[in-house]
Nanobody, 126 residues
Framework: QVQVVESGGGLVQAGGSLRLSCTAS????????VGWFRQVSGKEREGVSC???????YYADSLQGRFIISRDLANHAVHLQMNTLKPEDKATYYC????????????????????WGQGNQVTISS
């Protein structure tokens, strides 16, 4: 079965941290960029971060350096470390594999991704 699977979401207090993980089954992340998006009900899906196959990383300006994306080559996984979480970070977070190995400078381009995870809820309590 071909799928992208996210894990690690949940409930955390404002100011806390969460680490989201993304793995693939039946497909590979090798030679592909991988991105994280988030979506709040009633709003468009927003690009959060992306890691290119060759290493460069990109982040939404609104994050102000609080998130870190990384790739675990040995385990074919991509992680999103989210620190100093704020109530406005509450959303469903999606991991997706890009068609090619490079990220788009403009992160919010869902059409550049071919496989998506099912979404993982992140809730922030104040």
């Amino acid at each position: 079965q071909v799928q992208v699977v996210e894990s690690g979401g949940g409930l955390v207090q404002a100011g806390g941290s969460l680490r989201l993980s993304c793995t693939a089954s039946g497909l590979t992340f090798d030679s592909h960029a991988v991105g994280w998006f988030r979506q709040v009900s009633g709003k468009e899906r927003e690009g959060v971060s992306c890691i290119s196959w060759t290493g460069p990383t990109y982040y939404a300006d609104s994050l102000q350096g609080r998130f870190i994306i990384s790739r675990d080559l040995a385990n074919h996984a991509v992680h999103l470390q989210m620190n100093t979480l704020k109530p406005e970070d509450k959303a469903t977070y999606y991991c997706a594999r890009a068609f090619d190995m490079r990220c788009s400078v403009s992160l919010s381009q869902p059409h550049r991704y071919d496989y998506w995870g099912q979404g993982n809820q992140v809730t922030i309590s104040s």
